[in-house]
């Protein structure tokens, strides 16, 4: 099947989302018989997502797409079991990709109360859509789903990956995807796919986006700037003023995560500077939090790996590891996580190149797509555990206690292959 093209059954010619918005701060407050206001018409609310915030606590990101102009878009949302029904109205942020207009809209819920089950729907002039769940961060455990790259020419082992994963892990407050999401940037199929494997996880948690280098692809497969990714996830502020949403940072529960951007290659025709701005973002920023534990998320790998029959190529650091590992001992890192080769690796704990108990955890996070690369790596000498050869689907679940960190990584059927516990002292 040709990577550019493939169908998708059952879905609508539905467009991309759009995202590069900003909303004007206060709440409209409305006490409702029995709490809810009666609505005329059902609103199909399309792609309905939560897109973490930097305070995942208190505030949430809510962002849908609609096939016709809505006319006073709102998100209603209330306490689960309380009477009381705030609304937040919702800009419109219409945009055009790959030849798709697309009209997609996005609300902010601030000052939300932490640790509280609430629930949220869309409403428009005279129609309302379903409500969905919604549950703030709090101060205790919690669980969350990692899947590395799904990209993929027919997105179905993606759905089953993600649907089943979700299913055994009912308690998961959140989920990762690390970047190549799709297969094709520009390809607004594929993210119809992309979108359709995750319904019924990405309204009712979070979703952590990273950009991969899949993400900056066109139609041609030349490299264009990432268009479709910034317009789908309004992911938290970073005060760049060249770079807003390539990279960010969030609080949840103890755990203060950076999400790095590794795509400056693909970037630095168009927008130079993307490396060296974070190195300087990611020492503030980390500086900065006070939480327990900091976790780095970024796409590429920082290690280099030979290639069979290519004796060219030699076992080493990537650039990326040359440029950011001595920053994450120096930052107290305790555990990085990797994507990009699709092949799961566990390299245990690294400082200054080499093993070491002090060094933050590498986790190079596998593969949650159809396209694998069966036999291409010659295992480096850093990594510790390797996943079942020829490699499939993976999927990690990450719990986060006060005195430790459990990350486990499964097969598709649920099959545990890796298990792995980080400890601070206090």
Same mark, same amino acid.
């Given at each position: 099947?040709?990577r550019?093209?493939?169908?998708?059954?059952?879905?609508?010619?539905?467009?991309?989302l759009?995202?590069?918005?900003? *909303?004007?701060?206060?709440?409209?407050?409305? @006490?409702?018989?029995?709490?809810?206001?009666?609505?005329?018409?059902?609103?199909?609310?399309?792609?309905?997502r939560?897109?973490i915030?930097?305070?995942?606590?208190?505030?949430?990101?809510?962002?849908?797409?609609?096939?016709?102009?809505?006319?006073k878009?709102?998100?209603?949302?209330?306490?689960?079991?309380?009477?009381?029904?705030r609304?937040?109205?919702?800009?419109?942020? &219409?945009?055009t990709?790959?030849?798709?207009k697309?009209?997609?809209?996005?609300a902010?819920?601030?000052?939300?109360?932490?640790?509280?089950?609430y629930?949220?729907?869309?409403?428009?002039?005279?129609?309302?859509?379903?409500?969905?769940?919604?549950?703030t961060?709090?101060t205790?455990?919690?669980?969350?789903?990692?899947f590395?790259?799904?990209?993929?020419s027919?997105?179905?082992?993606?759905?089953? *990956?993600?649907?089943?994963?979700a299913?055994?892990?009912?308690?998961?407050?959140?989920?990762?995807n690390?970047?190549?999401? +799709?297969?094709?940037g520009?390809?607004?199929? /594929?993210w119809?796919?992309?979108f359709?494997?995750?319904?019924?996880m990405?309204?009712?948690?979070?979703? +952590?986006? *990273?950009?991969?280098?899949?993400?900056?692809?066109?139609?041609n497969?030349?490299?264009?700037?990432?268009?479709a990714?910034?317009?789908?996830? #309004?992911?938290?502020?970073?005060?760049?003023q060249? &770079?807003?949403?390539?990279?960010y940072?969030?609080?949840?529960?103890?755990?203060?995560?950076?999400v790095?951007?590794?795509?400056?290659?693909?970037?630095?025709?168009?927008?130079?500077?993307?490396m060296?701005?974070?190195?300087?973002?990611?020492?503030?920023?980390? /500086?900065q939090?006070?939480?327990k534990?900091?976790?780095?998320?970024?796409? @590429?790998?920082v290690?280099?790996?030979?290639?069979?029959?290519?004796?060219?190529?030699?076992?080493?650091i990537?650039?990326l590891?040359?440029?950011?590992?001595?920053?994450?001992?120096?930052?107290?890192?305790?555990?990085? &996580?990797t #994507?990009?080769?699709?092949?799961?690796r566990?390299?245990?704990?690294?400082?200054?190149?080499?093993?070491?108990?002090?060094?933050?955890?590498?986790?190079?996070?596998?593969?949650a797509?159809n396209v694998?690369?069966?036999?291409?790596?010659?295992?480096?000498? *850093?990594?510790?555990?390797?996943?079942? /050869?020829?490699?499939t689907?993976?999927?990690?679940?990450m719990?986060?206690?006060?005195?430790?960190?459990? +990350?486990?990584?499964?097969?598709p059927?649920?099959?545990?292959?890796?298990?792995? @516990?980080?400890?601070?002292?206090?």
């Amino acid at each position: 099947m040709n990577r550019r093209t493939f169908i998708i059954g059952g879905m609508g010619a539905l467009g991309l989302l759009a995202g590069s918005a900003f *909303l004007a701060k206060g709440t409209l407050y409305r @006490k409702a018989a029995n709490g809810v206001r009666s609505l005329a018409g059902d609103l199909d609310a399309q792609y309905l997502r939560q897109i973490i915030t930097a305070d995942a606590a208190h505030s949430r990101t809510i962002m849908w797409q609609a096939e016709d102009v809505l006319n006073k878009p709102a998100i209603e949302y209330r306490i689960r079991g309380k009477e009381e029904v705030r609304q937040v109205p919702a800009q419109e942020d &219409f945009f055009t990709d790959d030849g798709v207009k697309n009209q997609q809209y996005l609300a902010k819920l601030e000052e939300l109360q932490a640790d509280t089950e609430y629930e949220y729907r869309v409403i428009a002039e005279g129609a309302a859509s379903d409500w969905h769940k919604m549950h703030t961060a709090g101060t205790g455990d919690f669980e969350c789903l990692i899947f590395p790259d799904s990209q993929s020419s027919d997105y179905s082992d993606w759905e089953n *990956l993600a649907q089943n994963a979700a299913q055994r892990n009912p308690q998961a407050a959140f989920f990762i995807n690390m970047g190549d999401i +799709v297969d094709n940037g520009e390809d607004h199929t /594929q993210w119809q796919a992309w979108f359709h494997g995750v319904n019924g996880m990405i309204d009712r948690m979070p979703f +952590v986006p *990273l950009m991969g280098n899949h993400e900056t692809y066109d139609q041609n497969w030349k490299v264009r700037l990432p268009e479709a990714y910034l317009h789908y996830f #309004a992911v938290p502020e970073n005060d760049s003023q060249n &770079f807003g949403r390539y990279y960010y940072s969030f609080d949840y529960g103890a755990v203060h995560f950076m999400v790095l951007n590794s795509q400056w290659d693909e970037t630095e025709e168009f927008k130079p500077g993307l490396m060296a701005e974070q190195l300087d973002w990611l020492r503030k920023d980390a /500086q900065q939090s006070n939480k327990k534990w900091k976790i780095v998320l970024v796409h @590429k790998d920082v290690l280099q790996y030979r290639i069979h029959k290519r004796p060219e190529r030699q076992e080493g650091i990537s650039d990326l590891g040359k440029n950011f590992m001595p920053l994450f001992d120096e930052l107290g890192i305790d555990i990085v &996580f990797t #994507a990009h080769l699709h092949t799961y690796r566990n390299r245990g704990h690294i400082k200054n190149f080499q093993r070491d108990s002090q060094g933050p955890l590498y986790i190079l996070t596998g593969v949650a797509g159809n396209v694998r690369y069966p036999g291409l790596w010659v295992d480096h000498h *850093l990594d510790e555990v390797v996943a079942p /050869q020829p490699e499939t689907d993976n999927y990690l679940t990450m719990k986060v206690t006060d005195k430790e960190i459990t +990350v486990k990584c499964f097969l598709p059927d649920g099959q545990e292959i890796d298990h792995i @516990k980080v400890t601070k002292a206090e």
